[in-house]
């Protein structure tokens, strides 16, 4: 196999298996893709940056980057380690997580597959329609859409979370405090 050849065949076991599940109960796979891709072989490891995206079904997370990290599997014949599934992602810098329900901007976030949580950081805006909701670190259940924002949103008096919602207006998973 060629060089090219060995690391396109790594690049599409690091995209993941459907399992992962940036979109909550979508067998659909993972697409990433981005201006440039470097494998590390020994880290299991991808990054994947310039205007980096990841698809599943309706779902999209886009950063300046994307790392993705698999689990190690076990040695090969021949003593070298192989990498499996998917194990996380991670989105650095304005970072995009857009659902058919909700519309989240952040700093930084971190995809943890066995977990199907994501969690955003930074200075998060969740949208839901008319509902605006902010803070610093958002927790999202991608599997069942329950959410939790900590504290962190600018103005006046102390730092906690703060939200925008329009009464008449049903609320998306994004703009509701468990």
Known sequence: MTKLAAVAALALGLAGPAAAQIAGGSDAPVDITADALEVVNNQCMSIWSGSAEALQDRTRLRADTIKTYSKKAPGKANGQGAC?????????GNVYYVT?????????????????????TGDVVAVSGQNVIRGSRLVVNSATGDAQ???GAKGPGKARPRAVIYPNQKAGPAASRR
């Open 84 to 92: 499996g599934a998917l194990d996380r992602m991670e989105a650095i």
């Open 100 to 120: 058919p329900q909700q519309k989240v901007r952040g700093d930084n976030a971190v995809y943890d597959v066995g977990a199907e949580r994501i969690v955003i």
């Open 149 to 151: 924002m900590e504290a």
